[in-house]
């Protein structure tokens, strides 16, 4: 049974430091996404890539945030320096990246970091 | 990117009772999923929507979307306990790839 994989499952730090989130997508998936979510905001996209590109990262606020593919088989979100307003639950998602209105490109989560920020 | 509405954003219901949640959208839509996501849990997909008018069934869930292409509804006929949850739905539209999320409807079923 494929799944998606995140860690840490939580993370409590203070202010200012470095934290780095890791995503083990489903081998074979060649989309990841990464998400925020909060109760204010709800699902956020911060990040988006196709075959390890980075191809949308518009929903990620650039001066702390950073998002890469090391390789197929790994993603990671940094955030430096974290700040409180950056507490929420981070999830990870991947897909087959199939394209076409009809085709079901179905994105399948990880269980998500949830990230506290003293 | 598309503007999405989703309403309600919480039901209570006592078991037994049905449930519905809307999803509109501001821009014609090329297709929709929608997504579940249980207390403390993830997302989890439920169904995908392409033709304009499409419905479909999955058990007691029923999937609309509409003829327009610019809104969708997820109807749950009898709810039980298990269908407590954030039901989300997911429009993709003008090309995009990516999908935006709706905030979500918040179920709560009352035993």
Known sequence: DARVTQTPRDKVTEMGQEVTMRCQPILGHNTVFWYRQTMMQGLELLAYFRNRAPLDDSGMPKDRFSAEMPDATLATLKIQPSEPRDSAVYFCASGLGLVGAGATDTQYFGPGTRLTVL | ?111
Not at chain 2, 56 to 67: A, P
Not at chain 2, 76 to 88: E, L, N, S
């Open chain 2, 1 to 111: 990117g598309q503007q999405v509405m989703q309403i309600p954003q919480y039901q209570h219901v006592q078991e037994g009772e049905d449930f519905t949640t809307y999803c509109n959208s501001s821009t014609t839509l090329s297709n929709i999923q929608w997504y579940k996501q249980r207390p403390g849990g993830h997302p989890v997909f439920l169904i995908q929507l392409v033709k304009s008018g499409e419905v479909k069934k999955q058990k007691r869930l029923t999937f609309q979307f509409g003829e327009a292409k610019k809104n969708s509804s997820l109807h749950i006929t009898a709810t039980q306990t298990t269908d407590v949850g954030t039901y989300f739905c997911a429009p993709r539209g003008g090309g995009s790839y990516i999908p935006t999320f709706g905030r979500g409807t918040s179920l709560i079923v009352h035993p």
